[in-house]
């Protein structure tokens, strides 16, 4: 009886996978991850594998676990083959954590694949980078660093290299492009303001001013101001300008004469 | 008695081994590029970390990276890709640049370099640092043209201009010269 329903379970369980992955695409990638991760709890170090971390850049945050948001983080890990086997390291995989709760997944990075094979009595150094993103600024994140290795004969081995809380501070160092422009644009709107107000006084008081002699357009008087006028075009005027009068005018005149 | 000591001193001996696994020297050795692009005929500068995160000095510390840059598709302009440190005390680091330029285009396979080291108790320790992994040498044309200062096109630019802004301000000072009396004017 017990032993049927648990096959009934299972079948309608398979059967459940089996539909699921045909419609939906997602579920496949829960159900072998949720099996990895099982897996990582019972698996465990290696003894003939010694391992170091170190945190190249911020140089001090091996001492004081601190990152600054927007700023690359980079560590090193150090995989030393003690053993007589060969070791080949998979990947290592960054994550941070809450807390005070280092089961809850705050944010999980890229895996670093590395696929490098430890030969017995060598040693190997790899290096990850990632950014602290500015959502975590001003609070304690726990920062855990695994590196999964396999040994010749296929067996997994998972190592924790780092596994402490670091503080994300925010970076306020540094010229911040959208404050500076900021200010760039109030100290151009100040000036446009105050440029504007010059203009709207000087004509306030130009009108006040101007109003006693207004000078009406009346027309072009008869007198030219030949200052106006460059030499030459005078000049040449006066040299062509025929006789006044119309020509009958003139007729008339030489008839006289 | 004298047995059980023995034991004794034995299972100690095991337990100092096992609680401080890093008591030797453990050097992590650390290999990037400085340089953004890799440009051929241009400088590429590498820079090399070398951290001693055990609780001992390591001794006789070289590293090699000569296999890397075969000489016949890069230049060493400055630096040597083959140094050797008496002594790396615990806790602290070396870093060392190369400055190299490559001869030829293409990708290339930045491979890892080689490191090797003496502890405490005189045996040798092989270490390979990590791989910056494969890159892209730039051809110098493709550089120049997404960085180079382009000084030939804004000359281009500069005559094509020319004949518009100058002949318009030159005919704009011949009739202003024309008209002295209306600068005289303002002026008073």
Known sequence: MKLSTVFLLAAL????????????????????RNAQEEDDLTVGASPDAALAFHF????????????????????????????????????SETSFRFPTDYNYHLQNFTRAEYNRRVQPKEEVTLDYGFYAHETFAGRPVGLVVNVHYQDADGNVFVNNVFNQTVNILEDDSGFSGETGFLFILFIALSIGGLYIANQFLSKLSR?????????????????VDFEWIPRDAVRNKEKRSPAAGSPKARKAAKKAD | MNYSLLVFLVVVAYGAEVGTQTQDAFILAHKQPLSTYAVEN???VLEYGLYNVGDKPAHKVTL??????????????????????????????????????????????????????????????????????????????????RFAPKYTFFLVFLALITPTTLGSFILLQQSKSRFPAINKKKST
């Not at chain 1, 398979?14 to 072998?32: H, L, M, R, S």
């Not at chain 1, 140089?59 to 150090?78: C, Q, R, S, W």
């Not at chain 2, 680091?93 to 490191?115: D, E, K, L, M, W």
């Open chain 2, 42 to 44: 241009m400088d590429f």
């Open chain 1, 56 to 91: 190249v850049q911020p140089a001090d945050a091996n001492i004081l676990h601190e990152f600054y948001t927007g700023k690359p983080v980079k560590f090193l890990i150090g995989f030393q083959n003690k053993g007589e086997k060969d070791f080949t390291v998979k990947f």
């Open chain 1, 207 to 223: 009108k006040s001013g101007l109003s006693k002699r207004r000078v009406v357009e009346q027309g072009t008087s008869s007198e």
């Open chain 1, 13 to 32: 369980g398979f059967c459940a996978v089996y539909a699921a992955d045909v419609v939906d695409g997602e579920v496949t990638d829960d159900a072998p």
């Open chain 2, 64 to 145: 090699d990276d000569r296999h890397s840059f075969p000489t016949n598709s890069f230049d060493i302009v400055k630096g040597l890709l083959h140094v050797h440190f008496e002594q790396i005390p615990a806790g602290a680091n070396v870093t060392h640049s190369v400055v190299i330029r490559p001869r030829a285009y293409g990708f290339f396979n930045y491979t890892s370099a080689q490191v090797t080291y003496y502890t405490d108790n005189e045996n040798l320790h092989v270490s390979v640092t990590n791989t910056p992994g494969e890159g892209y040498i730039y051809r110098q044309r493709e550089y120049d043209r």
